[in-house]
């Protein structure tokens, strides 16, 4: 059960209903997930929050295949059920291998192709070391472009926060995967 009440739509201000009805808008939901209606407690905050995670899900420079790796890859660093589970089956849709997903799941990174692998390494690197080596970064920046990077790390940025988030909060999620 979750830490604090989930916000309802009718018990929300008007301004707060507008911030409710927008997130339910940038993720073409009927209704607003219960991890983001637990940030709703602090409805601008949550909204400038779940903009961020939209511009980055659906307007990411980054290819579709490589953002979603990073995602899971991030998810999987904070033992995210709710990442995962939403994010694993993108990856695949994407084009991220099922042996792919299935080692980092198993934590058994040197199963990756050698672009994943890069990836992995710079998420590891910014969540374990707190620093990015800078031949990785230049590697990946000659591949991906200076918008490439800023994407990546505000994608391992943002999932980081929604991760934390879920771990104080301890949001529920309808057939979340086990890790």
Excluded at 73 to 83: M, P, Y
Aim: charged share 25%; aromatic share 6%.
């Amino acid at each position: 059960m979750a830490r604090v009440p989930y916000v309802e739509r009718e018990d929300m201000n008007m301004d707060g209903k507008s911030i409710y009805d927008r997130i339910r808008q940038d993720r073409n939901t009927a209704e607003v997930g219960l991890q983001f209606r637990a940030l709703l407690h602090r409805p601008k905050a949550a909204g400038y929050l779940t903009s961020l995670g939209s511009e980055l899900r659906f307007n990411n420079s980054l290819p579709g295949r490589i953002k979603e790796l990073a995602i899971i890859l991030v998810a999987r660093e904070w033992d995210s059920h709710i990442e995962w589970t939403g994010h694993a089956k993108l990856a695949l849709e994407e084009g991220v291998t099922a042996e792919s997903i299935e080692a980092i799941r198993s934590l058994n990174r040197s199963d990756l192709l050698e672009d994943e692998q890069l990836i992995g390494d710079f998420v590891v690197q910014m969540l374990h070391d707190k620093n990015v080596d800078e031949e990785l970064f230049r590697s990946l920046q000659v591949k991906y472009g200076v918008e490439g990077m800023v994407d990546l790390t505000l994608t391992v940025c943002y999932y980081t926060a929604v991760s934390l988030a879920q771990i104080s909060l301890q949001p529920e999620m309808e057939g979340a995967s086990t890790l």
